[in-house]
């Protein structure tokens, strides 16, 4: 069936550093991949997301690109910000489901110091 | 617009006891679905609907019922509710049309507790 596996947090950066979250997906087909955020105390939000291979998905600094080779979706941000401290969820979306459910990885907690 | 909206906020249950969830949207979306979030687990999916009036199951549905009479509501119960319960629950809505890979929207979610 498929899946989605995150790295293990949690991953503590100081503000301005690189980040990499790394994600890779199992699917029989081509799915759709995403990236939500969830901040303290709240719902999970869009990121980005990405439909097809080599699409690169953007948004609030942050990229990940749908490599199919490597079936990854990793997300990077240039410079992080106290303001990035969250968790973040990998997810995809098989497009022959009609239920558009979403498959989500076990999440991801980022904690940026000053 | 509200978004997605989910009562209660947090609700303390007692084993055996029940207790209902409901969640409702304005987007005036099709498609609205029940998720668990577990520490370690990611988010899992209990019931989902394709439209006002159908439910269908998804990966974790023993031990909830759900109800979509009107479009705009999405209602998860628990009829005799169990320490494996406690979680944290998360409804989200999406426009769902055919052929497009939808962004979904969720509520802020609903922490229980049950002793």
């Known amino acids: 069936g498929n899946s989605v596996t995150q790295m293990e947090g949690p991953v503590t950066l100081s503000e301005e550093a690189f980040l990499t979250i790394n994600c890779t997906y199992t699917a029989t087909g081509y799915p759709s991949l995403f990236w939500y955020v969830q901040y303290p105390g709240e719902g999970l939000q869009l990121l980005l997301k990405?439909?097809?291979?080599?699409d690169k998905g953007s948004n609030k600094g942050f990229e990940a690109t749908y490599r199919k080779e490597t079936t990854s979706f990793h997300l990077e941000k240039g410079s992080v910000q106290v303001s990035d401290s969250a968790v973040y969820f990998c997810a995809l979306s098989d497009p022959t489901d009609s239920s558009y459910k979403l498959i989500f990885g076990s999440g991801t907690r980022l904690l940026v110091r000053p | 617009n509200a978004g997605v909206t989910q009562t209660p906020k947090f609700r303390v249950l007692k084993t055996g006891q029940s207790m209902t969830l409901l969640c409702a949207q304005d987007?005036?979306?099709?498609?609205m679905y029940w998720y668990r979030q577990d520490p370690g687990m990611g988010l899992r999916l209990i019931h989902y609907?394709?439209?006002?009036?159908?439910?269908a199951k998804g990966e974790v549905p023993d031990g909830y019922n759900v109800s979509r009479l009107k479009k705009q509501n999405f209602l998860l119960g628990l009829e005799s509710a169990a320490p494996s319960q406690t979680s944290v629950y998360f409804c989200?809505?999406?426009?769902?049309?055919?052929?497009?890979?939808?962004?979904?929207?969720f509520g802020p979610g609903t922490r229980l507790l049950v002793l």
């Open positions: 609907s394709v439209g006002e009036g159908t439910t």
């Open positions: 990405a439909t097809k291979a080599d």
């Open positions: 989200a809505s999406s426009a769902g049309l055919a052929g497009r890979q939808e962004t979904q929207y």
């Open positions: 987007m005036n979306h099709e498609y």
